[in-house]
């Protein structure tokens, strides 16, 4: 007879942290994991490349991974695939989310460490190489096991990916990257991660009045939303314009279509142009329009045509759906309206600044806007528990 699944949460906390799992002998402690994780950096085991000296700090001889530092690793990995095995489906999302978290964190920490056995004249680990190929076929095993694909489609929406190299050939999203988000729910948080593209190759279009916005006021967050996550909106939006142009010209209103129109437009999204409006904390965010520079490697890419004309992908995507039932409609292939460049909004969340030594009290707690899962702490108290500062995007 199978176990049963204990899950075991801290209800003092709003949403529940689950903190311990518990199958049979199987048991996992998610705080003292956490720690184990958190830490990897600073165990007397790990390797690091040698360092040059400067004429303040002597020179820094490198070493290789120890077998016990390797072990350590590993077993910690193991423990995110037992946790994914046995308790993810029985978890909440919240606890989730933190788990993948710490997949985010082992490719950090991977990331740092002596093996990049494809660059020329590096001291490396002997076991590099094996160990890159290990890590690579254990991030694939956990992405099997999470969406039940053992050989996803290129297409397919990918839960995790790679965010350093690992060969001379693999293909890397950059840091940004949140595992168990899909590429489009990565827009949705501060920053955007996974769209790593740097400040100074974002062409910001139309950009001549956000200088004034600035003024006595400091950047809360930045948001990126892709022109088209808004195409179905700004559909109904002309749909809408039409109907109400319509229906003020059967009633015989006395006012003009122009004034007709324009009072619409000043309640409705507007998909051109930069504009401002007032977010639901009562600050002012400020929409421009943004493309990345087509020659960095972190520019999303759409392709023109038909991605699977011939319908032979075994594991199609909403998207590829989509595109199939257009076919059979006789509808052309979808052409973004900019061409190559890949439009989206760039929308600054943006507070007054209070005067030295005072707290912004009309708007929300600051927490509640940055980046999520950046910072934990130890709740005080008699019982300690990893409690996140960020939860909602």
């Known amino acids: 007879m199978e176990p049963p699944v204990i899950l075991i949460a801290d209800w003092s906390e709003v949403p529940p942290i689950t903190l311990i799992y518990i199958k049979g002998k199987h048991e996992l402690h998610l705080e003292s994991l956490y720690t184990a994780i958190k830490s990897l950096s600073t165990h007397p085991g790990r390797g690091f490349s040698s360092i040059c000296g400067t004429p303040t700090q002597p020179d820094r001889p490198g070493h290789a991974c ?46 740092k460490l002596p093996h990049e056995f494809w660059t020329p004249g590096l001291r490396i680990c002997t076991h590099a190489r094996v160990f890159m190929l290990e890590f690579e076929q254990s991030l694939q095993l956990f992405c ?10 290129p297409s397919m929406d990918k839960l995790i990916r790679p965010t350093f190299p690992m060969g001379d050939n693999l293909v890397f999203c950059g840091s940004g990257w949140k595992t168990g988000l899909k590429p489009w729910q990565q827009f949705l948080y501060n920053e955007s991660p996974g769209f790593d593209v740097p400040e100074a190759d974002r062409v910001l279009v139309e950009d001549d ?11 809360v967050k930045r948001q990126h939303v892709p022109l088209g996550a808004l195409a179905i909106v700004h559909k109904h939006t002309e749909r809408s ?11 015989g209103e006395e006012r003009d279509e122009e004034t007709i129109l324009e009072e619409f437009d000043q309640h409705a999204l507007k998909i051109s142009g930069s504009f401002s409006y007032p977010s639901l904390h009562g600050r002012t965010a400020y929409v421009q329009h943004m493309y990345p520079g087509p020659l960095h490697n972190g520019t999303p890419i759409r392709y023109s045509g038909y991605a699977d004309p011939s319908n032979i992908d075994e594991h199609p995507d909403l998207y590829l759906l989509d595109e199939c039932v257009g076919d059979h409609k006789g509808h052309d292939a979808f052409m973004h309206p900019y061409g190559d460049e890949f439009h989206m909004w760039t929308v600054t969340t943006l507070r007054e600044q209070a005067p030295p030594g005072e707290a912004d009290a009309s708007a929300a707690p600051l927490g509640d806007l940055t980046d999520m899962f950046d910072d934990w702490t130890y709740k005080e108290g008699e019982t300690k528990s990893y409690v996140p500062k960020v939860i909602n995007p």
């Open 66 to 111: 120890s077998g016990v530092f390797l072990n350590h690793f590993w077993n910690l990995f193991a423990c995110i695939i037992d946790y994914v095995a046995d308790f993810a489906i029985h978890d909440n999302a919240v606890t989730q989310s933190v788990w993948f978290h710490l997949v985010d964190v082992l490719q950090v920490e991977a990331s």
């Open 144 to 153: 099997h096991m999470v969406t039940g694909i053992k050989v996803p489609s």
């Open 209 to 219: 009045g956000f200088s004034r916005y600035l003024e006595g006021k400091e950047i």
């Open 241 to 251: 314009r039409n109907i109400a142009k319509r229906l003020a010209l059967d009633r």
